[in-house]
């Protein structure tokens, strides 16, 4: 069919034109989806209206889930935030007594509240729970990491999720969850010749063998390593675990009187470190577990002091 050269060059136009302007409004909804998604801390709200009344749940009907993390499947109840910018958390929530979606879902982090977004698909657990909801139940919280530090600069060590039921009238039990925030492995500056004590003497997934600097490892979800350290007669400002090239700081500074009394010359019974973490941590990139873990003592006065390595045998 001939066309005119002049209408022809006319639908050319024509076409072209709303080619463009599609570009532009695909590209306009994604840069608004983007910036009404994306957290910062000017959007932390010190304590949203939620209702007072809670809903308290048994453990195995919690409606609230968080489970993914960068794409990354995670082992209830434990986050891993890797040294990225961004950080996305994903799950699901749903009123299981009810069987209806939340109208509200808050992370509370040092103390302050940021608002869910519904909109992660998740039929997996619709078809579970059988329920007929969609992708109302899927949850992400888009945000910039920074969110997780408090004004000293500390990473929080967990999260609260609070959730609020269809009607608005209830608020569900909240569900805390651990964080483990993978940071800089510690270098400088460095104390060559430290005098540090430290002992591994609790592993609730195993047994300590403390003359070889050994952990035997059952194999149990989850991992709780505790003990004491000092360096001279101080004790630490600081100590750091390393699993497969991963940096996280412990608690450090719990009172450990029978420590001090051993001792008699130390300054301090906040001697104690404690550290909670899933096995899968432990778990390299080609499926092997790693085997050993190092830790990073540093004294009181910022000193890197030396490395202390112990070996894992898995039972």
Do not use: H
Request: proline share 4%; hydrophobic share 40%; net charge negative.
């Amino acid at each position: 069919m001939n066309i005119n050269p002049i209408l022809r060059n006319v639908l050319n136009y024509l076409v072209a034109a709303l080619v463009i302007g599609g570009m532009f409004i695909l590209i306009d909804f994604v840069y608004d989806l983007k910036n009404q998604s994306f957290l910062t801390m000017s959007d932390a709200e010190t304590r949203p209206d939620l209702p007072i009344k809670n809903i308290k749940t048994v453990e195995w009907k919690q409606g609230i889930v968080a489970d993914v993390c960068n794409s990354k499947v995670m082992t209830i109840p434990y986050l891993i935030i890797d040294q990225t910018d961004t950080v996305e958390i994903e799950g699901w929530a749903v009123d299981i007594d009810n069987k209806t979606p939340l109208s509200e879902l808050y992370m509370e982090v040092n103390e302050n509240y940021y608002p869910a977004y519904f909109d992660v698909v998740r039929d997996d657990v619709a078809n579970l729970l059988s329920l007929d909801l969609g992708n109302k139940i899927g949850f992400s919280f888009l945000f910039d990491r920074n969110i997780l530090k408090n004004s000293q600069g500390e990473w929080a060590s967990t999260i609260n999720l609070y959730g609020v039921t269809a009607d608005g009238d209830s608020l569900l039990s909240p569900v805390e969850y651990k964080l483990l925030s993978v940071v800089d492995e510690p270098s400088e500056p460095y104390k060559q010749y430290a005098n540090v004590q430290f002992v591994v003497d609790v592993l609730s997934a195993g047994v300590v063998d403390g003359a070889n600097k050994t952990l035997l490892v059952r194999d149990e979800p989850s991992i709780s390593i505790l003990g004491w350290s000092f360096e001279g007669i101080l004790p630490l400002s600081e100590l750091y675990i390393v699993i497969n090239d991963k940096a996280f700081r412990m608690n450090y500074g719990d009172e450990r009187e029978d420590v001090k009394n051993v001792f008699g010359f130390v300054t301090s019974n906040k001697l104690g470190y404690s550290f909670d973490f899933p096995k899968s941590l432990l778990k390299k990139e080609d499926g092997t577990y790693a085997d050993y873990i190092d830790f990073i003592p540093i004294d009181a006065s910022g000193y890197v002091c030396n490395r202390i390595r112990y070996s894992i045998i898995y039972q």
